[in-house]
């Protein structure tokens, strides 16, 4: 309980593994259990304004553990296609739009037609 007497950082955390962090939470976890039940007994008020920062503790914790699944999942698809949760989000828009490949390619049709009909030029008389 020596970790959760105080907040817990996240930077602390990150340098941490995953089967600690994953003990960790279970301790908060247990701690948040134990206040709870003191919080229905009519326990002390100092102990249950810790109920709030016990549950922001497993948010950072469990925050930790799921950008470090995620950092490993990334490292185990590179140069491959990404799942989509995955993916970087960006917006609805820019997901749609066509890539630049599709841009600038044309139709068999506009190919032909661009070879057998070229742009004019004039020689304008200055």
Do not use: C, G
């Given at each position: 309980m020596s970790s959760s007497a105080n907040k817990v950082r996240a930077s602390e955390l990150v340098t941490k593994k995953r089967d600690e962090l994953l003990k960790q939470l279970d301790e908060l976890k247990t701690e948040l259990s134990q206040l709870r039940v003191q919080k229905i007994t009519g326990g002390n008020a100092s102990k249950l304004t810790r109920i709030s920062t016990v549950r922001k503790s497993i948010a950072r914790v469990l925050t930790v553990v799921n950008q470090k699944t995620r950092a490993n999942l990334r490292e185990?698809?590179?140069?491959?296609?990404?799942?989509?949760?995955?993916?970087?989000?960006?917006?609805?828009?820019?997901?749609?739009?066509?890539?630049?490949?599709?841009?600038?390619?044309?139709?068999?049709?506009?190919?032909?037609?661009?070879?057998?009909?070229?742009?004019?030029?004039?020689?304008i008389k200055a």
């Open positions: 185990l698809y590179k140069n491959k296609r990404l799942p989509l949760d995955l993916r970087t989000k960006k917006t609805r828009a820019i997901r749609r739009r066509l890539t630049k490949s599709e841009r600038t390619s044309t139709t068999e049709r506009a190919t032909k037609k661009a070879i057998h009909f070229p742009k004019r030029r004039y020689a």
